[in-house]
């Protein structure tokens, strides 16, 4: 089988992950922070070609994000950042800042939105039963960052059974050497990767 094949549009959805102004610019919290955004933002550049292929091909597109609020932080986190020394470091993507919004691409009306409050767009969101409900067993994978909330992501969704796919050039990290690696691992354990070109290509109605 091919690739084409493989994430066929009637077995297929994109997962867009975390693609918010606190992640990816300049004005956002990493960004402030002093973090390389370059290559983040050349990841949201690469998913929204993606998501316009999708939809061309009725692969249905779904959006998770980062939702924090003051209720969510339980004592366990808490300390873990008193631990790490990043208490007094702004939360990310609270809601109801800019920091919350999506960039890159946009979710349309139809479209589901998934809000997380930790790394696993599957934890507690109702993804897994949404995806059942459309009988979708794969996934192709874009989002920040590729050794964070991606990497999460795609093996919880391997570990349901999902055939998981990560656009490589359409995820991102801060550091090369921290996303190069993601990839590598999450090659040898639960994900293929494949270009956004590749991905693309294989959906393109002739």
């Known amino acids: 089988m091919s690739l084409k094949d493989w994430i066929a549009p009637a077995r297929t959805a994109l997962l867009l992950v975390d693609m918010q102004v606190d992640f ?10 002093g973090m390389d955004i370059s290559m983040a933002q050349a990841a949201l550049r690469n ?15 779904l959006f998770a994000r980062l939702i924090t609020r003051p209720s969510d932080e339980t004592e366990l986190l808490r300390e873990w950042k008193e631990r790490r020394g990043t208490q007094d470091d702004a939360p990310l993507c609270q809601e109801g800042t800019r920091g919350a919004v999506f960039v890159g691409p946009q979710p349309r009306e139809t479209e589901a939105i998934f809000s997380k409050s930790r790394y696993d767009a599957f934890s507690g969101t109702g ?14 994978i874009a989002g920040l960052t590729t050794e964070c909330c991606v990497d999460s992501t795609a093996r ?40 956004s070109a590749e991905i693309i290509a294989a959906w393109k109605i002739i």
Do not use: Q, W
């Open 24 to 33: 990816a610019e300049p004005d956002g919290a990493m960004g402030k922070s």
């Open 47 to 61: 998913a929204v070609l993606l998501a316009e292929a999708a939809r061309a091909a009725d692969v249905p597109c």
């Open 127 to 140: 993804l897994d039963a949404h995806l059942r409900g459309l009988k979708r067993d794969t996934l192709v």
């Open 156 to 195: 919880h969704a391997f570990e349901k059974d999902y055939h998981v796919f990560i656009a490589a050039d359409a995820v991102a990290a801060y550091e090369k050497d921290l996303h190069d690696g993601a990839l590598k691992a999450l090659e040898l354990n639960c994900a293929i990767p494949a270009s």
